[in-house]
Structures are given as C-alpha cells and as structure tokens.
C-alpha cells in the first residue's frame, strides 16, 4: 500500500471516529429501573420516546412501557412470563408470554389495550422481536422437529 493510500485510509479511520464521537455526544443515557424489581431490560424505544422491556418481581417475569404518562405493566392474561420487545410509533407493542417459566413461547401484539396472540401457523414456539410503522411483525419460530426459523 502506498503512502497516499494509507493517509487516506487513516484520514477515513479519523472522520469515522470523529463522526462516531460527535453523535455520542448528542445522546442521553437514561437509566430505567422498575421499583421493586431485581432486575430491569429495556429492549425497545419508538419515536416518541416510549420504552418497553422486561422486569423481575420474585419469580415473575413481567412487560413494562414507559412513556411521558407513566410506568404501565405489560402482562399477558394468565401468563406468569411476559416480554415486551419492541414498541412501533403508533404504540402498538409485541412481546412474547409463556405459561410456564421456560419454553414453548407465544407471541403477541398488543394494540389499544387488546392483547392478541401471535403465532406462527404450526409452530412449536414463536417469538415476536420487531413491528414497524406499517404493523409487520418480524421475529422467529420453532418447529416440531426444534428447527428455528425467521
């Protein structure tokens, strides 16, 4: 390599750091803790700032979003596991729940208040983990012969 190729090469590596750097700078770290709970994950955040994830009471797994209203549970009806994975800008949510503590999992979206399940036809296990503005949910199941596929 030449000298004028390795000063462009470097010359990239800096802007890139730079560019790096000055968007970091710009960002706010927020810490999101659930009161009472051992442990707190937050997985997704739409435009407006609104925060879904998981937190953990005992031996309950629990959804969570918070937005500029407040802190909301996120519990799938009869289910002790629930996630919240990802929320789009219109605030619908999809997540997955379990009825046990491990799997099979089901998925859901949860659309003004309305939880509905999520399944992929024939699947074994299925688990939500993205929907765009448009409702598309995107995410993995497992078959019956425990092949995963997305």
């Given at each position: 390599m030449s000298a004028v190729h390795r000063l462009r090469a470097a010359s990239v590596i800096l802007l890139g750091?730079?560019?790096?750097s000055a968007a970091a700078s710009r960002q706010t770290l927020t810490?999101?803790?659930?009161?009472g709970a051992t442990h707190t994950r937050a997985f997704g955040i739409n435009p407006a700032g609104d925060i879904v994830g998981i937190y953990i009471v005992g031996t309950r797994f629990r959804g969570f979003e918070l937005s500029k209203d407040g802190l909301f549970e996120i519990d799938y009806?009869?289910?002790p596991v629930t996630a919240a994975v990802k929320i789009n800008p219109q605030g619908d949510v999809v997540g997955w729940y379990s009825y046990t503590s491990a799997a099979p999992f089901h998925g859901f979206l949860l659309h003004d208040g309305t939880y509905s399940p999520v399944d992929f036809p024939g699947a074994v296990s299925t688990q939500p983990f993205g929907i765009n503005a448009r409702g598309e949910i995107v995410g993995t199941y497992q078959n019956a012969d425990n092949l995963f596929h997305g």
């Open positions: 750091l730079f560019v790096i810490t999101v803790a659930v009161p009806p009869g289910a």
